[in-house]
T-cell receptor
Framework: DAGVIQSPRHEVTEMGQEVTLRCKPI?????LFWYRQTMMRGLELLIY????????DSGMPEDRFSAKMPNASFSTLKIQPSEPRDSAVYFC?????????????FGSGTRLTVV | QQQVKQSPQSLIVQKGGISIINCAYE??????FPWYQQFPGKGPALLIA?????SEKKEGRFTISFNKSAKQFSLHIMDSQPGDSATYFC????????????FGTGTRLKVLA
């Protein structure tokens, strides 16, 4: 099992550019989560998908952020236009069911730097 | 009410010593308390978790102590090793009906050889 796979590992972009982060969850996991980690705010849940359907996007900071899960094996998080305050590590995590029964499996993250 | 307060922010322990990290919560509806371990460049990984029907859970050198009346729980790492050097996050959640964790702010542990 390759675990949760995220790409790219690092992204440096200029303010105003579009950024797309990608995630491949563990096969058979029907729950997918996007988290953002910063020193100031710690780990924040951005959006949660269950069976490819967005269930809760209340953590998405603003309309510049969007997420999709077109199938069970792929999800994207898009920021358009990007701003310096979006600089953070973005984690994708998946779970085979209720995280309180199984826990999350996190990917290694994408470190985003917006200059 | 949704916060989980974690302390200390950083901790330095000698090899073989005991590392103790504390967390406090306010929402009495929380009934699932996991700890995650994160190494540099990696995502957090589930280390150990407890539900409030027990006051302590031990897995190897890692123990969670839980005090329901004080709304506090702590992670004890016995015989700390340099390989334990990582950032540790506590979290709280409802065991059913939700998928959300509320994470603490993290504790950076360094174990000196």
């Amino acid at each position: 099992d390759a675990g949760v796979i995220q790409s790219p590992r690092h992204e440096v972009t200029e303010m105003g550019q579009e950024v797309t982060l990608r995630c491949k969850p563990i096969s058979g996991h029907n729950s997918l989560f996007w988290y953002r980690q910063t020193m100031m705010r710690g780990l924040e849940l951005l959006i949660y998908f269950n069976n490819n359907v967005p269930i809760d996007d209340s953590g998405m900071p603003e309309d510049r952020f969007s997420a999709k899960m077109p199938n069970a094996s792929f999800s994207t998080l898009k920021i358009q236009p990007s701003e310096p305050r979006d600089s953070a590590v973005y984690f994708c995590a998946s779970s085979p069911g209720q995280p309180t029964n199984y826990g999350y499996t996190f990917g290694s993250g994408t470190r985003l730097t917006v200059v | 009410q949704q916060q989980v307060k974690q302390s200390p922010q950083s901790l330095i322990v000698q090899k073989g010593g005991i590392s103790i990290i504390n967390c406090a919560y306010e929402n009495t509806a929380f009934d699932y308390f996991p700890w995650y371990q994160q190494f540099p460049g990696k995502g957090p990984a589930l280390l150990i978790a407890i539900r409030p029907d027990v006051s302590e859970k031990k897995e190897g050198r890692f123990t969670i102590s839980f005090n329901k009346s004080a709304k506090q729980f702590s992670l004890h790492i016995m015989d700390s090793q340099p390989g334990d050097s990582a950032t540790y996050f506590c979290a709280a959640s409802k065991a059913s009906g939700t998928y959300k964790y509320i994470f603490g702010t993290g504790t950076r542990l360094k174990v000196l050889a």
